[in-house]
């Protein structure tokens, strides 16, 4: 069973764009929030970005103005804008949604900014 699909990884050029989708399973009960985290070899996973059931989006100071998560809830899917893309941006993203039952992960997409 997926209940995370994630999809819009993949090789840019710095200063390029890409688009990431995750799309939760409407099997997935009360989800609380959904976003995005990042993880490069050897340093810890972070927060990229997030946004509540409320609307409430939160964006890693790395980020700020450069990316841009939205929602459609219709769909249960959440989507993250990345502009001015840079080489320090290469990672496996990884969508999350958190439930009232527990935090799920997708499998992880990667992203790489590079000449």
């Known amino acids: 069973q997926v209940q995370l699909e994630e999809s819009g990884g993949g090789l840019v050029q710095p200063g390029g764009s890409l688009r990431l989708s995750c799309a939760a399973s409407e099997t997935i009960p009360s989800i609380n929030a959904m976003g995005w985290y990042r993880q490069a070899p050897g340093k810890q996973r972070e927060l990229v970005a997030s946004?509540?059931?409320?609307?409430?989006?939160t964006y890693a100071d790395s980020v700020k103005g450069r990316f841009t998560i939205s929602r459609d809830s219709t769909k249960n899917t959440i989507y993250l804008q990345m502009n001015s893309l840079k080489p320090e941006d290469t990672a496996v993203y990884y969508c999350?949604?958190?439930?009232?039952?527990?935090?799920?992960w997708g499998q992880g997409t990667q992203v790489t900014a590079s000449s």
């Open positions: 946004i509540t059931r409320g609307g409430t989006t």
């Open positions: 999350m949604t958190r439930t009232t039952f527990g935090t799920l």
